[in-house]
């Protein structure tokens, strides 16, 4: 077990050294004259010079990636462009929307896909399990903002039941919790439609195996064998798929977060795309990677949790 944490380490430090020397020099290298590119093409060299100066540009390329990546540690990651205030404070104002819109979409995710995955394994091949397949289809091809657009159309205007956008902020959480709960059902939806036939399929394979039919043979019931051995086995494919979804809702909630005009990260990318802040996104898209490697990591812990063969191995 400590091998294995040891080398995870490993991994999740070299990924994010590579992923801040990819974002650097995509951002910062390729654009050619960052300030020219932020500036737009009608600006003036003057202009341009002031603005090299003001962001270091004029530095050696070297000296300005490890001034960019030194002040994470310090929590100096420029100033804005556009809005003229430190990005950690943009982010950090931003993330406490975007971080439970996250984990909200993926425990409504997870609350209709497990049971529905499980049940569409033990009901295999009958009408049941035909019907939540076909519904699980249908929710993998629906877009997620049209089926936004259709709560709206629902729940807010013709309901009434919740507001078609905007956060009102954390100092009444029943009412932020409700603005967050319409942006969470449109994410969790294809979400839970994968998840729900991930876990079927990981389930059948799991109650086809040799010490499945070893424990019936000793006298358990279908359901103590499915709850005690089979379920437990199944989740190591899920946890990957529930990993790599966490990192989805919380770094591609851009056009959800538009949608209902919620001021999170993902609103913030693209407004400060269509702005050219460069300063800003690389700093936000450093922000989401970093969260991938992470999450990823966590995922990873977590296989020698659930699988003991894999504690062993690595023991």
Known sequence: ???????????????????????????EVVPGDPAQFMLGLNATEELAARLRDELG??????????????????????????????????????IWISLPLA??????????????????AVKRNSPTDVSIMGATQIGVAVPNFWFAMLLVLLFSITLRWFSAGGFPGWSDP?????????????????QASILARVMRSSLLDTLGEDYIRSARAKGLSHGQTLWRH?????????????????SFLLAGGIIIENVFFLPGLGRLVFQSISSRDLIVVKSV?????????????????TYALVDPRLRRRTA
Request: aromatic share 10%; proline share 5%.
């Open 174 to 190: 029943l009412m932020a919790i409700k603005s967050l709960t319409l942006p969470a059902v449109a994410l969790a939806l294809p």
């Open 285 to 301: 898209v450093m922000l989401l990677v970093l969260a991938v490697i992470v999450v990823t990591f966590l995922v990873d812990v």
């Open 57 to 94: 540009l004029n530095a050696p390329l070297l000296e300005r990636y490890f001034s960019w990546v030194t002040g994470w540690f310090t929590g100096d990651l420029g100033i804005s462009y556009t809005y003229k205030v430190p990005v950690i404070d943009l982010v950090s104002d931003r």
């Open 230 to 246: 089979a379920l437990r086995n199944a989740l190591i494919p899920v946890l990957t798929i529930m990993g790599l979804q966490f």
């Open 1 to 27: 077990m400590p091998s294995y944490l040891l080398g995870r380490v490993v991994s999740l430090v070299l990924s994010l050294i590579a992923a801040s020397i990819v974002i650097f020099l995509v951002l």
């Open 103 to 120: 984990i909200y979409a993926l425990a409504l995710s997870t609350l209709i896909a497990f049971p529905v995955g499980i049940l569409a």
